[in-house]
């Protein structure tokens, strides 16, 4: 873990209506397949991270599964998923087909950003596809409805002004700590997912004495021991004082036990499959500023 002072960090959350070339891009910026790609809608359900180190910065990649109007209850909760991801990253990627005009899927997703405070970076990508007099147009197009931190255009495919758009992220993101160590690429999205959910309900629950600054765990997931078809999840919920264990626990754990049942609610709608939460609540005095304890944060397989 990098202890460098000037160090930077943070989350990118790409968005986009399906085919715009999501995929494409995590994987040439991360240089290995590690999202699934293909010419068919909908082939990413689940997010993916890419983790992409430089010397000075490092930056972790989300790819949400395609933000449209739901049609179903797993819809829902993909959208929600998608919702959460865009509040707490450092840069939403916003991108769209330089061949294609401002769509409904386009107008649907520019509503949802609307009063976020992230910065949005509208990507035009596919320029490869396109004359430059198109690709003035449809920035035009789309400069009216939002107002974009900053606007590029590139081609995922060929690469072009791909390093332009790393280096302007990169100027984006926070001070902060290495989460991974440089040879990692990704994590398991599902992890990443789970421990949301669980630090979500803590939120929903608590008051201001619990502060934003409560961290998830997942120490473990696997099958269940005894149970057919289940899946045993172990999580520890890192606090940094004495007083909020107390809070987070409840009264007779009751607070916790609510807390368990509504992610594990969460959890087997996101895994497909019964599951078995354990929850732990752990003191770690000042975790924040510890980064080896962020990278026992779940941040590592
Ligand atoms: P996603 O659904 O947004 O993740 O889109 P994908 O990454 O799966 O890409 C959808 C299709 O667009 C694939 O066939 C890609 O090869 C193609 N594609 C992605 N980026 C570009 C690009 O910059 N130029 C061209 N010509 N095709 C691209
Ligand atoms: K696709
Ligand atoms: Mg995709």
């Known amino acids: 873990m990098q202890e460098n002072k000037g160090y930077k960090s943070g989350f990118v959350s790409i968005v986009g209506r399906p085919n715009v070339g999501k995929s494409t891009f995590l994987n040439r910026v991360i240089g290995q397949k590690i999202a699934i790609m293909s010419d068919k809608p909908q082939t990413t359900r689940n997010k993916v991270q890419g983790v992409l180190t430089q010397q000075n910065s490092q930056t972790i990649f989300i790819d949400t599964p395609g933000i449209h109007k739901p049609k179903h209850k797993l819809g829902e909760f993909m959208l929600k998923t998608s919702r959460n991801a865009l509040r707490e990253v450092d840069v939403i990627m916003f991108m769209v087909n330089a061949e294609q005009a401002i769509g409904k899927g386009d107008e649907f997703i520019i509503e949802l950003l609307q009063g976020n405070k992230t910065p949005v970076f509208l990507i035009i990508n596919k320029i490869d596809l396109v004359h430059p007099d198109e690709l003035v147009k449809i920035i035009d197009s789309y400069k009216d409805k939002f107002d974009f ?5 590139i081609s995922a495919l060929q690469g072009n002004n791909v390093e332009n758009l790393l280096s302007t992220i990169e100027k984006y993101l926070p001070e902060g700590p290495q989460y991974y160590p440089a040879d990692q690429v990704t994590d398991h999205p599902e992890r990443f997912i789970i421990s949301e959910l669980i630090r979500e309900k803590v939120l929903h629950l ?17 099958p269940h021991e005894e149970k057919e078809n289940m899946i045993h999840v172990q999580a520890t919920i890192m606090v940094e004082r004495d007083s909020q264990k107390g809070i987070v626990i409840g009264k007779r754990g009751a607070l916790l036990k609510e807390v368990g049942s509504r992610a594990r609610q969460d959890i087997e709608m996101l ?8 929850l732990w609540v752990k003191v770690q ?17």
Do not use: C, M
């Open 285 to 301: 005095k000042d975790w924040r500023n510890k980064q080896t304890h962020l990278r026992d944060f779940g941040f590592r397989e």
């Open 271 to 278: 895994l497909g499959s019964k599951v078995y939460l354990e």
């Open 206 to 222: 608590t008051r201001e004495e619990i502060p934003h600054s409560i961290a998830v765990v997942i120490e473990r997931i696997k």
């Open 149 to 153: 931190a900053e606007i590029i255009p």
